[in-house]
């Protein structure tokens, strides 16, 4: 837990938040359960990954999920992301490659969206820990206030940001954010059980680089490499 690190721009706008009731008791929680000798993922180095990898001045783009993967080796602390030696891909992640193979012709094959999140595309969770084996199973221990607080933040930029909300649980999370100033795209999830109502031929990853064409910005390269 000493490792947890966050990037002083984020951690001085979100200064309030972090001192607000919510993470005292997630604090409290935290603590509890890794005394209790569970293991929560991903490792504490990497529960801001996606605030450290993308400061709130390079964010272009803001992709949401809802919380890590609970399976040890997979999470690094980035919204669909899983590390480079991952092998299969997670199912989801399958399908938004499929989608961005239709949409751009480019063929991923390794999950780790690390590049994406260094080119200003914030993979953001809602929660950002789980226990190891159980999913969700951090939900409504404060995580999704400050998470909502990161949001809140972003939709008072000046400056418009893609807002990309896969899924009802994104929607209702993404509600706050202002459409008249900001790109918001809203499309079912890409999991195996909704891809087909809609994700699938939804073109998100053109929208959004033609979206920051008219805004001046430089377009994501969505390859990850192999």
């Known amino acids: ?37 569970k293991v929560i993922l991903p490792h504490s180095s990497l529960w801001f990954n996606a605030l450290n990898s993308t400061p709130p001045d390079k964010v272009k783009v803001v992709i949401l999920g ?4 609970p399976t040890p080796g997979h999470a690094h602390g980035l919204c ?5 030696d991952v092998r299969p ?56 206030l400050f998470t909502d607080a990161i949001i809140n933040e972003l939709n008072n930029q000046s400056r418009p940001i893609a807002f990309v909300l896969w899924g009802a649980y994104a929607q209702k999370k993404g509600a706050i954010i202002d459409p008249q100033r900001h790109f918001v795209l809203r499309a079912p999830h890409p999991s195996p059980l909704s891809a087909y109502r809609g994700f699938f031929g939804s073109k998100p990853f ?3 680089n033609r ?16």
């Open 211 to 226: 979206f920051l064409q008219q805004q001046g910005q430089t377009e994501i390269d969505w390859r990850t490499g192999e």
């Open 1 to 37: 837990m000493s490792e947890i690190q966050l990037n002083n721009t984020w951690k001085n706008l979100l200064q309030n938040s972090l001192e607000a009731d919510n993470m005292s008791a997630l604090k409290i929680f935290l603590r509890h359960e890794k005394n209790q000798g």
């Open 206 to 208: 053109s929208q959004i």
């Open 66 to 69: 809802q919380d890590p993967y």
């Open 80 to 84: 669909f992301s899983v590390l480079p």
């Open 89 to 144: 891909v997670p199912k989801s992640l399958i399908n938004i490659y499929k989608e961005l193979q239709d949409d751009l012709g480019i063929v991923n094959h390794n999950g780790h969206l690390q590049s994406w999140a260094e080119q200003g595309v914030l993979l953001l969770n809602s929660v950002l820990t789980v226990e190891s084996g159980k999913a969700n199973s951090h939900q409504g221990q404060g995580w999704e």
